[in-house]
């Protein structure tokens, strides 16, 4: 488990640091198909500043904020966003994930569909990671035992 | 410029092997997460190097970006660990 120590100088920085961290995982998700990255880079780069809070706040605070089962959700909602674009392709009679084939839906030509396609799975993809990589996160630190299993009981 | 870099590029390479050897033999946690540290200071210059000698510099610098954060957030999470231990 980890606990709040109120150490001035992690807190600070880690509490102007947070935000970039988050603006830059939301950079290398937009911008994954013209530079390094993409969804599963950006999901990573989130978990970690929420990995970050979590070490600097400490579990207690952290859980006021951020709830374990909206991690839930989010791991959820990002494999529906994927599969459900995929399965969109083959409502409009394409293969799975043939992005081309949503420029009837989107009304646009089909090689900028196939741009937005992209980007739409690379969000999904990215908001499972980062659930994904902190709920890890929590079930290492806390030993398995998370405090809303332990109310419930 | 090219042999320059190149040359810089692979001192540090033999630096980190150094560095390495407290990695793995040095006594003591403090040692290891200290060096672990700086092998990663050195891999981010390395990195910037390589951006250089391909001329896609503007592509490594996001590389050499995420590497410093996760480089940082792991120097406090093995702080924090310290800390526990006691």
Known sequence: MVFRKDDIIVNTISRILIPFIQLYALYVIMHGHYSPGGGFQGGVI????????????????????????????FASAGVLIYAGVGLLCLFF??????????????????AQARSLGILAVEIGVGFAVMAVMYSIFLDISTGGVLAEDEEEE | MTTFLLGIGLILCFLVLLVLYRVVFGPGVFN?????SAIGTKTLI?????????????????????????????????????????
Do not use: Q, W
Request: with cysteine.
């Open chain 1, 46 to 73: 989130l978990g970690a500043s929420l990995v970050l809070l979590l070490l600097t706040r400490g579990y207690d605070e952290t859980r006021l904020k951020i709830p374990e089962n909206s991690m839930k959700l």
């Open chain 2, 46 to 86: 390395i990195l910037l190097i390589m951006g250089f000698l391909y001329n896609r510099v503007e592509m490594f610098i996001d590389i050499s970006m995420v590497y410093a954060l996760l480089n940082f957030i792991g120097c406090i999470a093995a702080a924090k660990y310290l800390e526990m231990e006691k």
């Open chain 2, 32 to 36: 290891r997460v200290a060096a672990i």
């Open chain 1, 93 to 110: 009679l394409g293969n799975f994930l043939d992005y081309s084939k949503l420029a009837v839906l989107l009304h646009v030509d089909p």
